[in-house]
Structures are given as C-alpha cells and as structure tokens.
C-alpha cells in the first residue's frame, strides 16, 4: 500500500499529510450531534487513511477535497449517518463562506449591525476619530487625554441605556445575558450593568456557565490538535437549558462545579434558587445561542450584544477590522492570565473565528441591544506592546503553508498599527475602562 505523506491544500501549497486532523473532523462533526466517544473517530480516520492509501499510488498527492469525500464515504459506509450529515453540513457551510469572500457581495452583509455602525461612524466622524489620520493629528496636538476621556463616554452612554432599557422591562423579567465573540468586553460590561442594576434597587443572581462544560477529555479540537473552547458544544447546552427553565419556573436547581486545573466536574453540586425579584445574570460567548434559552418566553430575557465597532479608516480609505482589534485584546489577555503567548493566540486565532461566524455572531440580530466597546485610543497602546512582534510574525509566517490564516492576520493587523502613533504610557486609562480587562489595572479583576 502507498503511504500518504503529502496533502494539497486549496490554495495549491503542498504540506506534510496529518491524519490526526482527520480525526479531529470527524470528532467534532460527533459532538455536534451529541457524541464523545474519541476513540470511534480515531477509530473511523483510521479507515479513511486505510482506504486513502489503498485508492491512490505512491506518488500521487491528494487534495484536501478528495480526503473530505473519502471521509464522507468512510463515515455512510460504517453506519454513522448522523456524523456524516453534520461533516457534509459543516463543509458545505465552508464551501459557502469561500464563494462568499470570493466575489463582492450584492448586498450588506447580515452580520452587521447596520443601524449601531451608522451611529458609531457619526460619532467617530464628529470627534476627528474617523481615521487614523485625524486620531493622530489629535494626539500630536496633546488631546490624548481628552480623546481617553470621549471614548469611555460614549461606551458608558451605552452602558447606562442597555441598564436603562433592562429596568424598563423589569416586571417581566428572569434573565439578563451578556454575550458577545472573544475579547469583546464580557466581564466589564456585565459587572459595569450589574452594578447600575443593583443601584436601581434590583437584584441579580450571577449563573456561571464555566461550571457546565464538559470534561476535557470530551472536548473537540482544532485542526492543530489544540482543545476548541469556542464551540457551544464544549458546554452542556442541554443542562443549562433545563437549569435555566427551572430557575426561571421558580424551582432549585443543583448547579455542577467545574475544576480547571483538573478539567472536570467535580461532582460537587451548589443549590440554587431564585428568591422574588431576583434576576439571573449571565456573562457568556454562546448567551444569544438558541439551544441555551429554548423554552423561555422572549418577554423574561434581556440580551445585549457586544462587538468592538470601531469606525476608523487608514489612508488607503479601508477601515480596521474589529476582529484584528479583538485579537491583540486576546494576545495580552492570554499572556496575562492564561500563560498562553501572544504567538500562541495567533495561531489559533483563525480557528476562534471560525467558532465566531457558526455560534456568535450569526445571533446578534437577536440581542435587545448593541454596545460598542471599541475605543479608538487603545490602537496607540497596541502599537507601542505588540508591534514589534506582529513585524516578526510576518516573517516568520510568509512562506509558511500551514500557517497562511496567521501570517494573512499578522500582515494586516501590523499594517493597523503602523498607521497609528504609539502611546507608551497608560496612566491615563481610568481603572474601570474596558480595556483595563486586556491591559491590566482592572477594578474588576477579582470579578
């Protein structure tokens, strides 16, 4: 039998030929159908490289596409067509995507919050903050410190009206969700709305979702054999789903406990119930997900979304993208707190994404409202932190095929920064800012 050694990608590049991302697929294709048996996916690549290597000879390469049709051929012929089905859906769903950025769409994107960007833009635009341009003529002429001061203002106003709008709806209410994608400003913002909640007089139980993940060992993975965090089904959607129907129908629940350093439950259970008046509170990437509140009437949730809106064009008339944004938030966050380098974060970050367009962002027309946690100041703190890197990365990653989604993010993102004065100092950040959950000094970080 030949052995497969080689693989070709899309894009014509040639890379060394990996059978546990097969593995990998097919697991994760199992999950989302409710299975955690790895070793039946390890099992079943095993048959795929079997077949791969009796079908083709020594010196043929096969592509990416002739190994998926294997897969699905492999998965229907062993009995597994529900697996098969979510591997077939989720390619297609890829092959998607790539039509989509292939040729320039005929109409806005659905995944844009239209209506908050015009009055993002406006916003920008009346404080000389619509361009790199403007921002650093501002900065140059000293209004650092008033540029600062405008910013957290404006996330604030969105703050105090999302508090505002909650407070409206309070005699019917059970439920506030605070979600968005990755490095989007959760835990600020959720502590930022309780904290005005409770000064209106109202009470809120906080229900952390951590606590029902699945063990480690059942978790999916990426391509590159990292544990995919990112997804809904590394969560057990359907506890917190009966959990949160029962807490909202006044019942106790026995919430699980989550160990981090052991990746398991604990088997320790907390009991909960809510006393009258009391709102459940949440602060979760998947909040807005369908699974997650099936069964609860519309009128007892409030979901606000948030995304980094930031409304800035460089010289060339093209605006920053607010996931590179996201990405240097996440690359220090990680740093910081979860001993994950920078150069680590980059490499999975395309893989965070992908989780973003399936289970998150796709929902945001379902939030009751939008906030904006972009401030346009934090790009001249990236740029003093991470420049330097991101120059490095390029280099690093350019003739690298495997790594083409990193060295495509590292050039764009260095080619933001390069168009913004740095900012070395960041003394004037007020320590409640949004971006002291990324750069450090939080008032909240015992949250």
């Known amino acids: 039998m030949a052995k497969i050694e080689s693989v070709t ?14 593995t990998n697929a097919i697991y994760r294709a199992a999950v989302a159908v409710g299975g955690r048996d790895r070793s039946i996916a390890e099992g079943l690549a ?11 000879s020594e010196s ?27 591997y077939i859906l989720y390619r297609e769903e890829r092959a998607q995507t790539r039509r989509l950025r292939a040729r320039i769409a005929a109409k806005p994107s659905e995944n844009i919050p239209w209506a908050k960007i015009w009055r993002v833009l406006d916003w920008a635009a009346s404080h000389q903050l619509h361009s790199s341009e403007a921002y650093n003529q501002r900065v140059q002429n000293g209004e650092i410190g008033q540029i600062i001061q405008e910013c957290e203002a404006a996330y604030n106003v969105d703050v105090e009206n999302a508090a505002e709008m909650i407070s409206s709806r309070i005699d019917h209410l059970k439920l506030v969700i605070i979600s968005g994608p990755s490095s989007s400003g959760k835990t600020t913002t959720t502590k930022k709305i309780e904290l005005r909640l409770q000064r209106m007089g109202y009470s809120l139980v906080a229900l952390n979702l951590d606590n029902y993940f699945f063990d480690l060992a059942l978790h999916p993975k990426d391509e590159f054999g990292d544990y995919d965090f990112e997804t809904p089904q590394a969560l057990d959607i359907d506890q917190i789903n009966e959990h949160l129907n029962s807490l909202v129908q006044g019942e106790t629940i026995q919430m699980p406990t989550y160990d ?7 088997g320790q259970r907390t009991s909960l119930r809510l006393k009258t008046g009391e709102l459940i509170l949440i602060d979760s990437l998947h909040g807005l997900f369908p699974q997650l509140t099936a069964g609860i009437d519309v009128e007892q949730t409030f979901k606000v979304y948030l995304e980094p809106l930031l409304q800035m064009k460089d010289p060339d008339g093209n605006y920053f993208r607010w996931t590179d944004i996201r990405l240097i938030r996440r690359m220090l966050r990680d740093a910081s707190h979860r001993a994950y380098s920078p150069q680590k974060t980059l490499e999975h970050w395309h893989y965070v994404r992908a989780s973003e367009m399936r289970n998150i962002v796709p929902f945001f027309q379902t939030a009751d409202y939008i906030v904006n946690s972009a401030m346009p100041y934090e790009l001249s703190l990236y740029r003093y932190k991470l420049a330097d890197q991101f120059a490095a990365w390029v280099e690093h990653y350019r003739d690298d095929p495997l790594r083409e989604d990193a060295f495509m993010r590292a050039e764009r993102t260095l080619n933001m920064l390069q168009h913004i004065v740095p900012l070395s100092d960041d003394a004037m950040v007020p320590r409640d800012s949004v971006i002291r959950e990324f750069i450090g000094g939080s008032i909240y970080e015992a949250y």
């Open 46 to 56: 095993h048959d795929v490289v079997a077949f791969l290597e009796s079908k083709f």
């Open 60 to 86: 043929y390469i096969p592509t990416v596409e002739e190994i998926q049709d294997i897969v699905e051929k492999v998965l229907i012929e062993k009995g597994h067509a529900r697996v098969a089905k979510a």
């Open 9 to 22: 990608k899309r894009s014509g590049a040639i890379v060394p030929f990996n059978p546990e991302r097969i």
């Open 260 to 266: 981090f350093k052991s990746g398991r439950r604990t």
